[in-house]
DNA sequence: CCATGTCAAGGTCAC
DNA sequence: GTGACCTTGACATGG
């Protein structure tokens, strides 16, 4: 099981996702950004390999408005050295990636606009791990999207969607269960249709469910992910006293967790920490994982 | 210099 | 139909 925490590194003094307003958008800003963006990454990956954190989420910020018409720049091409080598990096150590465009990213909104814009920002993050050089193990994961009060028609243009995209997005795309409308279980259905591998979060889970265990969901989510997908990718999290369902943990509870992997400790999977003081927690979390007494 | 309003992008729910 | 909420940081402006 690899480890590890998404986007930020509090414990660093830079961050790979500074971004700056549209109205103040340059080609000379964008490419100092950039820059700055991935000298930032090689610090948070160099911190990961020393603290044995070897999985990470890359943030969408590392490329501002990459997906945006105002972008004109080939920044895969005026970059392609430096994620090149981040991936040769990456590639050494073994890290494990994964990358969650957020909410604005809805493959089966009735809107072509919001599709076109969609597939857009996929086309930009499955740039960016192409780039790197890393193979289809590196992961982008979404959302199964809206309902629009007709689930079964909701569904059906997901499916619709998803077989017109580029084939190296769909070897890198997976859906993850949400807490509102898609369920792991609903997330299976669509995985049966058109073997897209699914993302389990537990705390979603928690929160929407068809009444089976965490470890049955995350057994049937595990058989979605076939070789060439790699080990089974698992976000994990646990509810935040007093804050509304569905609201993460600011740091990780270790009788939670240390429960979790005593309910899963025969399954193999990746886990993301989506805990709110990040790779503190992750660290916290890994050495739970290597004391642990099942 | 600091406080705070605002930022590319969507969907759902309560009213 | 409108606004709050989700969730979050940090840019950028105005005082």
Redesign the pocket.
């Known amino acids: 099981m690899k480890i590890g925490y998404p986007c930020?590194n509090r414990s660093l003094a830079c961050?790979a996702g500074?971004?700056?307003?549209?109205?103040?958008y340059s080609e000379e800003r964008l490419l100092e950004t950039v820059r700055e963006n991935l000298n930032c990454l090689e610090k948070m990956l160099a911190f990961n390999v020393n603290h044995n954190l070897l999985f990470l989420r890359l943030g969408?910020g590392i490329v501002?408005?990459?997906?945006?018409s105002i972008c004109k720049t080939d920044w895969a091409f005026r970059f392609r050295r430096e994620l090149r080598s981040l991936g040769s990096f990456i590639k050494r150590y073994e890290l494990r990636i994964s990358m969650h465009p957020d909410?604005?990213v809805?493959l089966n909104?009735p809107?072509d606009g919001?599709v076109e814009?969609s597939i857009a920002?996929l086309d930009y993050h499955c740039r960016l791990l192409d780039t790197m050089g890393l193979d289809s193990t590196a992961k982008i994961q979404i959302h199964a999207?809206?309902?629009?009060s007709d689930r079964y028609s909701a569904v059906q243009r997901f499916v619709d969607r998803y077989q017109l995209l580029d084939s190296n997005l769909k070897k890198r795309l997976v859906i993850e269960n949400d807490?509102?409308?898609y369920s792991v279980k609903d997330c299976i259905e669509i995985s049966r249709k058109i073997r897209i591998p699914v993302i389990a979060d537990s705390l979603h889970h928690e929160c929407l469910n068809n009444g089976e265990s965490w470890k049955e969901a995350l057994e049937a989510a595990g058989k979605t992910w076939k070789k060439k997908d790699g080990i089974p990718m698992v976000d994990y999290s646990s509810q935040e006293k007093n804050r509304?369902k569905?609201?993460?943990a600011t740091s990780l509870n270790s009788r939670h967790f240390r429960k979790f992997l005593r309910e899963t400790k025969d399954l193999d999977f990746d886990l993301m920490l989506e805990i709110?003081d990040k790779e503190k927690s992750a660290l916290k979390a890994l050495r739970i994982l290597n004391t642990i007494k099942y």
């Open positions: 930020i961050t500074s971004t700056f307003r549209m109205a103040s969408s501002p408005f990459a997906s945006h909410q604005f809805v909104s809107d919001v814009r920002e999207g809206g309902v629009y807490e509102r409308l509304k569905g609201n993460h709110k």
